[in-house]
């Protein structure tokens, strides 16, 4: 059954099935009930707030005081609304790919505006280096170069725990891309040896492939993430600023523009 659901994806759908999954966990159809009360509500008391000052405060003083009263009012709610799960699942998947990201910038010796897979262009300026290896294996996956990308698979090392796990891990992650079959259970028996820092770090890659497994055969995508998360502590407070600025910006821009037609609104009903 889940290598029929799989078969009629794309790679390209299926890079991002985690992350449409995550959307999906608090959605209704296309409606992301996080952004619709948060944003319902940063609009609903910016009208109030304009209502009140009608007529004690010129614009644009007055735009400027609805913009930022939306902004305060929608941000926290947005944030507050998500599922507690879902939230969690999220903070395991912020943590993983700051992780991630903090890894081959310091391999790569320079710093990078996102998670490499999310740019896959960053390959043909890859130094051939033993540490980037493992890099060069997902990106290849990522633009539909199987035959090489498992080619340079086999000719990795497997001297050490983290090294096996993560043969382990790229063959999922190859796998997956290319619609084959899982390799989940071959990270589950890797993960064990890895007994220094990137235990937990191992352990979030489990989760995450099995939750991306779920995501493209209708199983429970929040279940793997979130229950790992008691587990990170305040890790993901260190990678959390991005995940928090992109709502807080989104929220910035809605703002500006609620405001505009908040003022318009008032206009016409009074």
């Known amino acids: 059954m ?38 319902g509500s940063g609009f609903l008391a910016s009208f109030v707030v304009d209502a009140a000052l009608y007529g004690l405060v010129p614009t644009p003083y007055r735009q400027f005081i609805d913009a930022m009263t939306f902004a305060l009012v929608a941000a926290p ?12 699942a999220i903070e395991v998947m912020t943590f993983l790919n700051g992780w991630e990201t903090e890894r081959w910038q310091h391999e790569v010796g320079r710093r990078l505006p996102g998670l490499p897979r999310s740019t896959p262009e960053i390959l043909d300026a890859l130094p051939d280096t033993m540490g980037l290896r493992p890099l060069r294996i997902e990106l290849l996956a990522v633009r539909g170069e199987y035959e090489e990308a498992w080619e340079r698979l086999e000719r990795l090392p497997m001297d050490t725990p983290w090294q096996r796990f993560e043969r382990a891990a790229l063959e999922e992650w190859i796998s997956f891309v290319s619609n084959g079959p899982p390799h989940v259970e071959e990270m589950s028996q890797a993960a064990p040896e890895v007994t220094d820092e990137r235990s937990l770090v191992a352990r979030a890659m489990i989760a995450a492939a099995k939750a991306r497994r779920a995501a493209v055969g209708g199983g429970d995508v929040i279940g793997p993430l979130a229950a790992l998360r008691p587990d990170l502590g305040d890790r993901p407070g260190r990678y959390a600023f991005p995940y928090s600025a992109g709502i807080i910006l989104s929220v910035v821009i809605i703002a500006l523009v609620a405001s505009a037609a908040i003022t318009v609104a008032a206009a016409f009903i009074r």
């Open 2 to 39: 889940l290598h029929a659901v799989m078969a009629t994806l794309t790679r390209a759908e299926r890079l991002i099935a985690l992350r449409e999954g995550l959307r999906r966990a608090q959605s209704i159809g296309p409606l992301s009930i996080p952004v619709v009360v948060g944003v």
């Open 77 to 88: 709610i947005w944030l507050i609304v998500q599922r507690p799960a879902v939230r969690h």
